[in-house]
């Protein structure tokens, strides 16, 4: 199994940029599809995009579009999520997920990456 | 976007019964549809998938079924590691793929 690991929790000024990372320990991560998922405080959860290991295609939720940049560099399989620009609304917890391919299920999760974004 | 509608949000029990989780689909998403189960501080864990298809390690009192947009998840005889919360996933058609709100499992 891929065993993902996500960086810590930040906290943020409006306006800063930040970048998020998921490591996988696993030896099908440069196989795999990426896939970030947003948790705001007591909401559900919220499909942001993919992104595939293997050449860097990426999809976008088109809520999330122009959002953020997802990223990934197979050689240290690692995927990153960034912001250039936070607001006070990117608050949440962001979590990575592993797809064996486009049309399947998140097989393997990241412990979650909480971002707060206060002045 | 394909609307993912769990019900109730909130469900209480007592170990040794079963319980009924239920997710609607605003369309049909054929059998494209996951469960996963998330407990307080932890990543959510994958349990079942192709709407009936335990994931590995799941035990056999999990039970899913359902296609197009109905899909229910039983756990007959439930145990205290199982009160946790549940939620539903699709992933027939992209973008995106969608969630459900979440069934909160509690004794």
């Known amino acids: 199994d891929e065993q993902l690991v996500q960086s810590e929790t930040v906290v943020k000024q409006p306006g800063e940029s930040l970048t998020i990372s998921c490591e996988g320990s696993?030896?099908?991560?440069?196989?795999?599809?990426i896939a970030w998922v947003r948790q705001k405080p007591g909401k559900g959860r919220e499909w942001m995009g993919v992104?595939?290991?293997?050449?860097?295609?990426?999809k976008y939720s088109p809520s999330f579009q122009g959002q953020v940049t997802m990223s990934a560099d197979k050689t240290i399989s690692t995927a990153y999520l960034h912001w250039t620009s936070l607001q006070a609304s990117d608050t949440g917890v962001y979590y990575c997920?592993?797809?064996?391919?486009?049309?399947?299920?998140?097989?393997?999760w990241g412990q979650g990456s909480l971002v707060l974004v206060s002045s | 976007e394909i609307v993912m509608t769990q019900s109730p949000a909130t469900l209480t029990v007592s170990p040794g019964q079963s319980v009924t989780l239920s997710c609607r689909a605003s369309?049909?998403?054929?059998?494209?549809l996951a469960w996963y189960q998330q407990k307080p501080g932890q990543a959510p864990r994958l349990l079942m998938y192709?709407?009936?298809t335990r994931a590995a390690g799941v035990p056999a009192r999990f039970v899913a079924r359902g296609s197009g947009t109905d899909f229910s998840l039983t756990i007959r005889t439930v145990e205290s590691a199982d009160f946790a919360v549940y939620f539903c996933?699709?992933?027939?058609?992209?973008?995106?793929?969608?969630f459900g709100q979440g069934t909160k499992l509690e004794v």
């Open positions: 997920a592993r797809l064996k391919e486009m049309s399947s299920p998140l097989d393997s």
């Open positions: 696993g030896n099908t991560f440069a196989t795999s599809w």
């Open positions: 992104i595939y290991v293997g050449d860097s295609d990426t």
């Open positions: 369309q049909s998403v054929s059998l494209d």
């Open positions: 192709g709407s009936s």
């Open positions: 996933q699709h992933y027939n058609n992209w973008p995106p793929y969608t």
